[in-house]
C-alpha cells in the first residue's frame, strides 16, 4: 500500500475491528513510522464520527511519556476513504503474545511488579497531566519493548498503544462523575465473553465498545 508520503515494505504489524496497522516509510525523510489505516467504510463515511476522531487524536500529539507511544499526525487520503494516524515505530509484542507463551512458564513476581509500575507511571501522566483517559487498556494495547542488549525481562520497557480511533478521552475536570460499582446487567445480557478484556467504562456501557 503506497500514500504520497508514505510507502509501506508489506508489513502488517496489526490488525484491528476497524483498522490495520503497517510499518510505513515517511517518503521526504526516510525514517520508519507505523501507520494505522482505518478504511471501514461504515465509519469513514461518518463526518461527524471522523471529525471526533481526528480532534481526539490531536490531542494526543501532545503526549510525551517513555511509556506510551508517541503520535506524530492524522489525515485522510485524497478520496477522503481512508484516515492515517502515524505513530512511532516501536519493535516489541504485546503482552497478549507474551500472556500465551508464558502459560507453562509463568513471569517472576520482581518482573510483574515492574511491569505493572510501568503502567501506573503511563496512567498517572494521562489522567494528571495530559487529562486524558486510556478508555481501552487491555494486553493487546501493551507493548513490551526489551533493550537490545538485554535478555532480562526487567529491562523490558512497557509501552501504552491503543489511544486512537475513540479509545482516548478528554478528562472534564468540571464533572465527577460516581459510578455504580455493581455490574451492568444489560451489558451481560448481551453476552460479553468473560475472555474478553474491557475497560470499566466500555463494561459499564459509558462508552461505545
Known amino acids: 500500500m503506497k500514500h504520497s508520503l508514505y510507502e509501506d515494505d508489506d508489513c502488517i504489524l496489526r490488525r484491528g475491528r476497524f483498522s490495520v496497522t503497517y510499518r510505513m516509510k515517511n517518503i521526504s525523510n526516510n525514517i520508519i513510522y507505523t501507520v494505522e489505516i482505518l478504511d471501514n467504510e461504515q465509519v469513514i463515511s461518518n463526518i461527524i ?84 483517559q486510556h478508555q481501552d487498556l487491555k494486553p493487546e494495547n501493551i507493548l513490551l519493548n526489551s533493550a537490545n542488549d538485554s535478555s532480562s525481562d526487567c ?24 459510578v455504580d460499582p455493581t455490574p451492568n446487567q444489560s451489558q451481560s445480557q448481551k453476552g460479553v465473553d468473560i475472555g474478553t478484556y474491557y475497560s470499566y467504562e466500555k463494561a459499564q456501557g459509558m462508552v461505545a465498545c
Open 155 to 178: 529491562d523490558t520497557t512497557i509501552i501504552l498503544i491503543g489511544l486512537g480511533l475513540g479509545s482516548a478521552s478528554l478528562i472534564n475536570q468540571n464533572q465527577n462523575p460516581t
Open 49 to 132: 464520527l471522523i471529525e471526533k476522531i481526528v480532534n481526539e487524536i490531536k490531542s494526543l500529539y501532545q503526549l510525551k511519556h517513555p511509556n506510551i507511544i508517541r503520535y506524530f499526525a492524522s489525515f485522510l487520503n485524497a478520496d477522503k476513504s481512508k484516515l492515517y494516524i502515524v505513530k512511532e515505530l516501536i519493535n516489541g509484542k504485546t503482552l497478549s503474545l507474551i500472556d500465551n507463551m508464558t502459560k507453562s512458564t509463568p513471569i517472576d513476581t520482581v518482573t510483574v511488579i515492574e511491569w505493572s509500575k510501568q503502567i501506573l507511571y503511563a496512567l498517572t501522566y494521562l489522567h494528571d497531566e495530559a487529562k486524558i
